[in-house]
C-alpha cells in the first residue's frame, strides 16, 4: 500500500513555496513599474520580498487551519460516531445512539462544505432508516413466528401494517380449499364483498399488485366518517412464489412514497408466520379428528364434553348426551369386508351430522359407537335427535357395486340437570344404561333415562 500523504503538510509546502516565489519575482515587477534598479535589485529589499511571501504562505496555513481543518474535523468526528455506531450493530445487534438528531451536521454555507454536509446528513438519514428497516424486521419476526392462532395473527398484522403505511383502513384476505375469506378487516364496509372483487382475484391468481387512484367502487368507513379512499393497495403474500394471503389498504391521502419498503418488509414476514400457522391448524385438526370418519376423535369430544359440562354447571343451562350404536355391525365387515364396513361407517357419520342441531357436536367413541354432546337440550330434545337419526339410518342404503346395504341404530341419552349427575362421566354412564335397554328390547329403538 502506498503510504498516505498528509494533504496539510502538502498544502504548507505549496503555500510557503509559492510565497517565497512571488518574494523573488516581485522586485522584478517593482522594475516595471519604474522602481530605480538600485533599490529594485538590492539585497535587502530582495530578502525582504522573499521573507514578505514566506510569511504570507505561513498566514495562509493559519487561515486554512482555521477555516478549513476544523470543519473537516467536526465531519470526521461524525463519521467516526457513525463508525461506532455500526460496530455497536455488528457486535451486539443493539442500535447506537448515532439518529439525525444526534449525528447530524448544521449545512451553513452553500459552498463545497455545505454540501458535503448536507450528503452527510442524508447519509445519516438514510443509515437511520436502514437501521428502523432492520428493527421492523426484528420486531415482525419475533412476533409473527411466535403466533400460531391464525386470527390473531391476523388482527395483530393488520394492525401493524397499517400503522407502518399510515392507511385508514384495510383488510387481510386468505385462500383456503379453493375459497378466499376476510380474516380480519378494518374501515371497509362489507368487506366480505372483497372475496369476489376482480383486484383481489388478480393478487391470489396471478401474485399481481394493484394500486389504485380514486377508486370509487371501495367504500371505507371511518369511526367517525365515511369518505371515498384517495387510494388503495392490493399486495399479494407470497410464500415461495404462491400467494397464499392478499392485503388491502385505503388511505384519504396518497401514500407516503417509501410505503412500499415497509410493505415488502412485512409481507416477507408475514408470509413465513402465515405458513406456520397454518400448518399448525392444520397439524391441530388432524391431531383432533378420527382419520375415517373426519369428526372428533374420542380424545378430543371428551376434552370438548368437559368444556360443556363446565359451562352448563356455571350458567345452569341443561346438556344432553346420546350414545349412538351400529346395529349387528360386525355382520356387516364379516360379509362384506372391511372397506365396505368403513364406507358404511362414513355414510353413518353423514347421517349423524344431517340429523343433529347446529351447535351440537358429534364424535367417534368407539369402532362402531357414536356421542352425541347436544348443549341446551333436555331429554325430549335428545329423543327428538335421537329418533330423527334412528330414521335417517333406517332408511338410508349404502351402494356397494349391486349390493344395497342398510343398517339400524340404536340409541341410548340422558340430560341434566333433568339426571342428577356429579361429572360429565357419570353423564355418559347414564347414556351408556340407556343404549344398554334399547339394545337389549331388540335394537333399533331409542331409550332415555
Known amino acids: 500500500m502506498k503510504k498516505a500523504k498528509n494533504t496539510f503538510f502538502s498544502l504548507a509546502f505549496r503555500m510557503i513555496g509559492f510565497g517565497l516565489l512571488i518574494g523573488i519575482v516581485f522586485p522584478y515587477f517593482m522594475l516595471l513599474l519604474g522602481v530605480p534598479q538600485t533599490v529594485a535589485r538590492s539585497t535587502l529589499f530582495v530578502a525582504s520580498c522573499a521573507i514578505a511571501g514566506v510569511l504570507v504562505g505561513f498566514v495562509n496555513i493559519v487561515i486554512s487551519q482555521v477555516t478549513v481543518k476544523n470543519r473537516l474535523t467536526f465531519l470526521t468526528d461524525k463519521m467516526d460516531?457513525?463508525?461506532?455506531?455500526?460496530?455497536?450493530?455488528?457486535?451486539n445487534g443493539r442500535i447506537g445512539d448515532c439518529d439525525p438528531e444526534h449525528c447530524c451536521i448544521a449545512v451553513e454555507t452553500s459552498d463545497e462544505f455545505g454540501r458535503s454536509a448536507q450528503a452527510f446528513n442524508?447519509?445519516?438519514?438514510?443509515f437511520a432508516d436502514s437501521l428502523r428497516m432492520l428493527d421492523d424486521i426484528k420486531t415482525y419476526t419475533a412476533i409473527f413466528s411466535g403466533q400460531l392462532d391464525l386470527h390473531a395473527l391476523a388482527e395483530y398484522a393488520l394492525e401493524r401494517v397499517m400503522q407502518g403505511t399510515g392507511a385508514d383502513a384495510g383488510a387481510l384476505l386468505f385462500e383456503q380449499n379453493g375459497e378466499i375469506c376476510v380474516l380480519r378487516s378494518f374501515g371497509i364496509r362489507d368487506a366480505d364483498s372483497l372475496a369476489s372483487d376482480p383486484h383481489v382475484l388478480g393478487a391470489f391468481t396471478k401474485s399481481a399488485s394493484y394500486r389504485l387512484d380514486h377508486p370509487d367502487e371501495v367504500i371505507v368507513e371511518s369511526t367517525l366518517t365515511q369518505f371515498h379512499p384517495k387510494e388503495v393497495i392490493i399486495e399479494p403474500v407470497l410464500f415461495k412464489?404462491?400467494?397464499?394471503?392478499?392485503?388491502?389498504?385505503?388511505?384519504?391521502a396518497p401514500f407516503q412514497a417509501d410505503y412500499s419498503r415497509q410493505l415488502?418488509?412485512?409481507?416477507?414476514?408475514?408470509?413465513?408466520?402465515?405458513?406456520?400457522?397454518?400448518?399448525?391448524?392444520?397439524?391441530?385438526?388432524l391431531a383432533?379428528?378420527?382419520?375415517?370418519?373426519?369428526?372428533?376423535?374420542?380424545?378430543?369430544?371428551?376434552?370438548?364434553?368437559?368444556?360443556?359440562?363446565s359451562r352448563s354447571v356455571r350458567?345452569?343451562?341443561?346438556?344432553?348426551?346420546l350414545m349412538i350404536d351400529i346395529d349387528h355391525f360386525k355382520q356387516v365387515n364379516d360379509v362384506y369386508g372391511h372397506v365396505?364396513?368403513?364406507r358404511v361407517l362414513r355414510d353413518i357419520t353423514a347421517l349423524i351430522r344431517h340429523g343433529m342441531r347446529e351447535g351440537d357436536i358429534l364424535l367417534r367413541y368407539g369402532g362402531e359407537e357414536f356421542l352425541l354432546i347436544l348443549p341446551g337440550a333436555s331429554r325430549e330434545d335428545v329423543y327428538l335427535v335421537a329418533e330423527r337419526v334412528r330414521y335417517l339410518v333406517r332408511d338410508h342404503k349404502t351402494q356397494y357395486g349391486e349390493n344395497q346395504i342398510g343398517v339400524t341404530v340404536?340409541?341410548?341419552g340422558d340430560s341434566m340437570p333433568e339426571t342428577s349427575v356429579a361429572s360429565e362421566q357419570e353423564l355418559i354412564e347414564c347414556a351408556d344404561n340407556a343404549l344398554y335397554h334399547a339394545k337389549n328390547a331388540g335394537r333399533d329403538q331409542v331409550s332415555i333415562n
Not at 442524508?122 to 438514510?126: D, R
Not at 415488502?264 to 385438526?285: D, G, P, Y
Open 264 to 285: 415488502a418488509i412485512f409481507t416477507q414476514s408475514l408470509a413465513v408466520a402465515l405458513h406456520n400457522a397454518l400448518e399448525h391448524e392444520q397439524l391441530q385438526k
Open 340 to 342: 365396505v364396513g368403513d
Open 410 to 412: 340404536s340409541a341410548g
Open 315 to 321: 350458567k345452569g343451562l341443561p346438556l344432553g348426551v
Open 288 to 309: 383432533a379428528l378420527d382419520p375415517l370418519t373426519g369428526i372428533l376423535n374420542r380424545r378430543f369430544g371428551m376434552l370438548r364434553l368437559r368444556e360443556e359440562y
Open 81 to 91: 460516531e457513525v463508525k461506532n455506531s455500526i460496530i455497536t450493530i455488528s457486535e
Open 241 to 252: 412464489s404462491v400467494p397464499i394471503a392478499v392485503i388491502l389498504l385505503a388511505k384519504a
Open 122 to 126: 442524508e447519509l445519516i438519514a438514510s
